[in-house]
T-cell receptor, first 115, second 111 residues
Framework: AQTIHQWPVAEIKAVGSPLSLGCTIK??????LYWYWQATGGTLQQLFY??????VESVVQLNLSASRPKDDQFILSTEKLLLSHSGFYLC??????????????FGSGTRLTVL | QEKVQQSPESLIVPEGAMVSLNCSFS?????SIWWYQQHPGKGPKALI?????GNKKEGRLTVYLNRASLHVSLHIKDSQPSDSAVYLC???????????FGKGTQLIIQP
């Protein structure tokens, strides 16, 4: 069975500090990977997606970057956090054959508070 | 850009009632429409999707899609307290690089 693990579960960070969030998918080779962001009370927005190792497409610009260093790992990062980065960050995967018309399997998310 | 509107914003119903949730989308080039369920502090979980005009039933869930009116609805039969969650409608649009989500409907089932 496939599992998705996100870390950390929660972060409290200062404005201007760096950030690194991660997720790992086990039990599925070459999945499509996604980062989503949900501001408190806001809509779930897709930030990045990756179809293969080393390739990441940006969907929404939020002064964040993403990387896929391994087939099963997806990293979200920034060098300088803004207050507007606060929210709930979700990693997701899909089977990788049907584009966006596929079931997304989400992780449990990381709650980020920027002070 | 695709816009997805959900109604109502929130809904409280007694256990056992039929629940109806609505979703309107803006782009007629939309492909699949998905419904996700999200419990507090958790990631969304896919419930059901539909591509063709008409309806699709899975267990207690039925989804109706009307492409002419750009509208899709989700119906939950015999609702249970464990169905209490936020329900998200998501639309996949041809040529788009993303799945577009609505803001969600907060559903509370009272025992």
């Amino acid at each position: 069975a496939q599992t998705i693990h996100q870390w950390p579960v929660a972060e409290i960070k200062a404005v201007g500090s760096p950030l690194s969030l991660g997720c790992t998918i086990k039990g599925k080779s070459s999945p499509n990977l996604y980062w989503y962001w949900q501001a408190t009370g806001g809509t779930l927005q897709q930030l990045f997606y990756s179809i293969t190792v080393g390739q990441v497409e940006s969907v929404v610009q939020l002064n964040l970057s993403a990387s896929r260093p391994k087939d099963d790992q997806f990293i979200l990062s920034t060098e300088k956090l803004l207050l507007s980065h606060s929210g709930f960050y979700l990693c997701a995967w899909s089977l990788g054959w049907g584009g966006f018309a596929e079931t997304l399997y989400f992780g449990s998310g990381t709650r980020l508070t920027v002070l | 850009q695709e816009k997805v509107q959900q109604s109502p914003e929130s809904l409280i119903v007694p256990e056992g009632a039929m629940v109806s949730l609505n979703c309107s989308f803006s782009d007629s080039a939309s492909q699949s429409i998905w419904w996700y369920q999200q419990h507090p502090g958790k990631g969304p979980k896919a419930l059901i999707s539909i591509f063709s005009n008409g309806n699709k039933k899975e267990g207690r869930l039925t989804v109706y899609l009307n492409r002419a009116s750009l509208h899709v609805s989700l119906h939950i039969k015999d609702s249970q307290p464990s169905d209490s969650a936020v329900y998200l409608c998501a639309v996949d649009t041809e040529g788009a690089d993303r799945l577009t989500f609505g803001k969600g409907t907060q559903l509370i089932i009272q025992p």
